[in-house]
Each structure stands twice: as structure tokens, then as C-alpha cells.
């Protein structure tokens, strides 16, 4: 995956919150629109917290981008080596894309995300989290949270390496802020009241669809003259897919040591996950992605 160099970076929308700790406090977790699979997650949703989310009414607390805006700024040659810099520029070019044809495609009324880098912990419209659940969404204050760290774990423990795996994360959980555009998670959380033996059913129809989006996303990026992302190889998508697999929820029974158990699976398996990325990537055409009727 390559950048364009000479781009500006657009951190209008970017929130640096990292090092602070969050403020993070005791009481449950419930976390917003899908966390990548990582075993928390799994044994979170077991244990009956809400992983699509609940609007508390919590605001974040402030945070300043001043030290991210200098690191990555035009100036630093070696910008796009660091891991936020590349998300940013990820981040910029998931807006341009879906703000726009993305959009239409949907007849969505769009509005930006805010991307919030944080360490440890952090206070969210949708309750308290951890590190530990991984990247997610919250419809309550529509902010995507990353913990850079989790990167780390997504290369070592889940053997998903390569700057494309990062990208598709991103690119998932700003599928899940479409959705909450579009009213799917909202239509899902209904199903799911209607139909509690079905819960996860409709929670994976949720992830595939996200999954999906980022497919959708990889077959547009690099396709303007003012995309952010230059190219993106075969090897990309290669790396972007091997996410996919590896957050998949009978790989992460598999490495728990645990039985495969399809019943207890919020997210998919590693080949719906794959296939459903794929889907997207295919048609570039986010109408494709209607995971309900699967």
C-alpha cells in the first residue's frame, strides 16, 4: 500500500487521547458495533454485555492532536513509517470515499466518524472499555477507538501482520458508522429484541456486512485523483483477508483451546469473514453487501 506523499493530512476529526489513560473506571463494559473477535469478546458477549453498544450519554473526554498533527505533517519524510500516520491517511481516504459514491450508492445522508487514538483504557458514550476488547464503534457518540497496541497483538498472537491488516480494521469499524447511518445496526437491534434466540445470528450479520464495507473500501481506494492511497497490491489484500480469517470467531475458539462451537459466534467463521470481505472487494458496490439475505 502506497500514500501520496505530498498529501496533507486532514486531522480535523481525529482525536489523540493516547497516554492519558482514559479515565477509565470500574462497571461493565458494553461496547459499540464490534470489537474484531479478539477472545475478550467472545467471553464478553458470553457473559451478556452489550458488544453492539449502549448510549450512556457519557461524553469522551477532550483530547489534543497538537504532538500527532507535528508527527505527521508533510515535513516528516518518514511519516507514513509510523502506524497512526498510516491510519490517518486510511481514516481521510474511508471519508472521501464513502462521504461521496459510497453514499449514494447507499442513499445515505452521511456525517464523519471521529477517530480516537487511545492507551489502556477509555470513557465512551457507550460505557467504559479496555484495551483488551480490541478496536470498536460507538453509534452513541459515533467515534471509531483504537488502542494502537492492538496492532501488535493482530501480527504476533494472531499471526495477521502487514500495514493492508491494519487498514482493513480501520475499515471495518467504519463500516459500522455507515451502518448507523443507513439504520441497519438500528434494524439489527430490533431483530434482536424481536428474536433473542437469534442474537447472534443478527450480531454476525452485523460483522459480515462491516467486513463487507472494507471490501468495498479496497476496491475503491486508490481510485481518484485525490485519494490519500496510491495502490493497493495483491499482496494488500492478501494481508487484508488473513485478517479476516484470523479474527474469525472459530479461529479464536481454536487458539482458546476451546471447543468450535457456531452457537456461541458473534462475528463468523474465518470463511465468512473472508467471504463477505471478498464481496466486496469484487463488486466495489456497498448494495452487495446485504448480509441479511445470505
Not at 480469517?245 to 468450535?260: M, P, W
Amino acid at each position: 500500500m502506497d500514500f501520496d506523499k505530498d498529501a496533507n493530512l486532514d486531522l480535523s476529526q481525529v482525536e489523540d487521547a493516547r497516554g492519558g489513560g482514559g479515565g477509565f473506571g470500574g462497571g461493565p463494559m458494553m461496547v459499540g458495533g464490534g470489537a474484531l473477535g479478539l477472545i475478550v469478546t467472545v467471553v464478553l458477549a458470553l457473559l451478556g454485555y452489550n458488544t453492539l453498544g449502549s448510549d450512556s450519554g457519557t461524553s469522551p473526554a477532550p483530547s489534543s492532536s497538537a504532538n500527532l498533527a507535528q508527527a505527521c505533517a508533510v515535513s516528516n519524510a518518514q511519516r507514513f513509517e509510523q502506524v497512526e500516520c498510516r491510519q490517518v491517511a486510511v481514516f481521510d481516504d474511508l471519508r472521501d470515499y464513502w462521504s461521496t459514491a459510497g453514499a449514494q450508492a447507499l442513499g445515505a445522508q452521511y456525517a464523519d466518524p471521529k477517530l480516537r487514538f487511545f492507551t489502556q483504557g477509555v470513557n465512551t458514550a457507550c460505557g467504559q472499555a479496555t484495551s483488551a476488547v480490541g478496536p470498536f464503534y460507538c453509534p452513541g457518540d459515533q467515534r471509531i477507538y483504537i488502542d494502537l497496541g492492538f496492532y501488535d497483538e493482530l501480527a504476533q498472537r494472531f499471526g495477521a501482520p502487514g500495514e493492508f491488516a491494519q487498514a482493513y480494521v480501520l475499515a471495518h469499524e467504519f463500516g459500522h458508522h455507515i451502518q448507523y447511518l443507513t439504520g441497519f445496526e438500528g434494524e439489527i437491534r430490533k431483530l434482536q429484541q424481536r428474536n433473542p434466540g437469534k442474537e447472534n445470528q443478527y450480531s454476525i450479520a452485523l460483522e459480515l456486512q462491516a467486513d463487507c464495507y472494507a471490501g468495498v473500501w479496497t476496491h475503491n481506494a486508490s481510485g481518484g485523483a485525490e485519494s490519500l492511497v496510491k495502490s493497493v497490491s495483491q499482496e494488500d489484500i492478501k494481508s487484508a483477508i488473513g485478517a479476516a480469517e484470523a479474527v474469525g470467531d472459530d479461529r479464536i475458539q481454536e487458539q482458546a483451546g476451546g471447543q468450535v462451537n457456531p452457537e456461541t459466534w458473534t462475528h463468523g467463521s474465518a470463511a465468512q469473514r473472508e467471504q463477505w470481505f471478498n464481496t466486496g472487494n469484487a463488486s466495489g458496490d456497498p448494495k452487495s453487501c446485504n448480509t441479511l439475505k445470505q
